[in-house]
């Protein structure tokens, strides 16, 4: 709206000249209001779309567990444990999780016999 401000006063305006009678008509206006919904979407779905190829964000823990990872690989999460100390298990199980989700590492094996490796890159 704010980078179509003239075409939004201009839509609002002629949408409020019989406010509250009969003739009231605000087909403009809910164009207007569409059309800049569409262009958000679009906006959001490129920028959605350049997160997922890069991997997803992580934040300064995450990348540090990362590179924990990178340097050790393959890794167990009681060796996570260890390593990061002030980090509860289920944080790094929630930190582990997400970078699965978001292809950045592999997990292989089930239970307490699971491996976390760094994903290659394509």
């Known amino acids: ?26 087909g403009d206006w809910m164009l207007f209001f569409l059309s800049s ?4 979407i679009e906006r959001l779905e490129t920028k959605y779309a350049s997160y997922k190829e890069t991997g997803g964000y992580l ?18 999460l009681g060796d996570m444990s260890k390593a990061f100390v002030d980090l509860s298990v289920n944080t790094l199980k929630k930190d582990l999780q997400y970078m699965v989700n978001e292809n950045i590492i592999s997990k292989m094996g ?13």
């Open 1 to 26: 709206i704010e980078q179509r401000k003239t075409d939004y006063y201009k839509a609002l305006i002629q949408g409020q000249q019989h406010r509250g009678t009969e003739k009231e008509i605000i």
């Open 37 to 40: 919904l569409e262009m958000l």
């Open 59 to 76: 934040n300064d823990r995450q990348k540090e567990i990362l590179k924990y990872i990178e340097s050790s690989q393959p890794v167990k």
């Open 110 to 122: 089930e239970k307490k016999g699971t491996l976390y490796i760094v994903q290659k890159k394509q």
